[in-house]
């Protein structure tokens, strides 16, 4: 069987699905290996290591994809009048692509109209057995550092308290709203880097995490922050009058932080406003806030996806796209090795093909479309019941 890894052609798209350490595995599983030429430069791996790891280098896309039993992608094969190239119409039918793959009910319907069994990786369930496949949580890991990085690059002092013999700079006050997989490894990096950090988040579980990363916890307490999260470890949408509480709160710390890094992402939703311009308008002169939800419409109100901008106020906003790319072969690596998990977890080492059992739960949870069908729950109820 042919696995194909193709070149990221979507904006701001830096990484690759497959990295050489993969590549050997595939071909270890008895998969022929075809990348396409350039797919790793965004992430520093050149074409000759790939063909050094035992691919084929195809010179296009379509070369890469010919006869393919299984597509590798970071993110939604373009379609028809998205850009220059139509990737979905050269994916074979019958493929299995896996990818992030932009699960919503129009690509859905389009994949399964172009016959491919498509896996949404960022579907899968959070349950023990599929951590190591987990591209959510890999990349957000990476998204949380890197954010606190390109604040310190951004932020005109220093995170730590720095004594000196002329006198001393007191330590940066970082405050980081979101304590999921981002926001934890925001603050530990932040408290690598010498910063006085504080954390808000309205699961109930978060407040002893922030804890014990050393940062102090600030937020709104009551009844309905005691049940806010999902079985799932996602955050809940929470009431108008909770979110004002809450906002009260925070209203009242943030007017005394340096950096500001937000975090927060409800699963299938625009990301909830934190904070607003009022609140940004409080800030010091000087001051940065990161705003890694940017993706999804951003947790500042004067976020420009995609952009970095100063306020009159001397506020500086970074709101750039995919983080997680702003840090390519860190982040190419782990989702390459999350990819090889879930393949390698469902080998048949027999056949030499993926068997995907319907009734599997990481199955049922990825899986969108399937011999031609919508077959997700979320996307197609009617046939999936």
Not at 238 to 245: N, P
Not at 323 to 335: D, E, N, T
Request: charged share 20%.
């Amino acid at each position: 069987m042919r696995l194909a890894v193709l070149k990221e052609r979507r904006p701001a798209e830096t990484r690759v699905a497959a990295t050489p350490e993969t590549v050997k595995k595939f071909i270890a599983l008895g998969l022929t290996v075809a990348v396409e030429a350039g797919a790793g430069a965004g992430a520093g791996i050149p074409d000759a290591e790939f063909t050094a790891a035992g691919a084929e280098l195809a010179p296009d896309a379509a070369a890469a994809l010919k006869d393919a039993g299984i597509v590798l992608k970071i993110r939604a094969p373009l379609a028809a009048g998205e850009g220059a190239l139509d990737e979905l119409a050269l994916i074979p039918r019958g493929a299995l692509m896996l990818g992030q793959l932009q699960a919503t009910p129009e690509m859905a319907a389009a994949y399964a109209a172009a016959g491919i069994d498509a896996g949404a990786m960022e579907l899968l369930p959070r349950i023990t057995r599929a951590q190591s496949m987990d591209i959510l949580s890999s990349q957000a890991n990476l998204a949380g550092y890197r954010a606190v990085i390109e604040a310190a690059s951004t932020f005109d002092r220093g995170f730590p308290m720095l004594m000196t013999a002329a006198g001393t700079i007191p330590a940066a006050n970082v405050f980081v709203m979101g304590a999921g997989v981002a926001g934890l490894q925001a603050i530990a990096t932040a408290r690598r880097l010498g910063g006085r950090v504080s954390a808000t988040d309205v699961r109930p579980a978060a407040k002893e995490e922030i804890k014990s990363l050393g940062a102090s916890f600030v937020g709104h307490e009551d009844e309905e922050s005691r049940a806010a999260q999902t079985a799932g470890g996602y955050a809940k949408p929470m009431s108008a009058g909770f979110m004002q509480k809450q906002g009260e709160v925070v209203a009242a710390h943030l007017a005394k932080q340096d950096i500001v890094i937000t975090t927060a992402l409800v699963q299938g939703r625009k990301a909830p406003t934190l904070v607003t311009a009022a609140m940004v308008e409080s800030m010091k002169p000087g001051s940065v806030i990161v705003d890694i939800a940017s993706d999804a419409g951003g947790n500042v109100a004067l976020t420009k996806p995609g952009e970095a901008f100063t306020t009159p106020g001397g506020v500086t906003i970074l709101g750039f796209n995919n983080w997680p790319g702003r840090i390519p072969a860190a982040s190419s690596q782990l989702f390459a090795r999350n990819l090889l998990t879930l393949l390698t977890t469902f080998w048949d080492k027999e056949a030499k093909v993926p068997k995907l059992p319907a009734e599997d739960d990481i199955v049922k949870g990825v899986m969108l479309t399937r011999g031609g069908a919508v077959v997700h729950p979320s996307f197609a109820p009617a046939q999936a019941a």
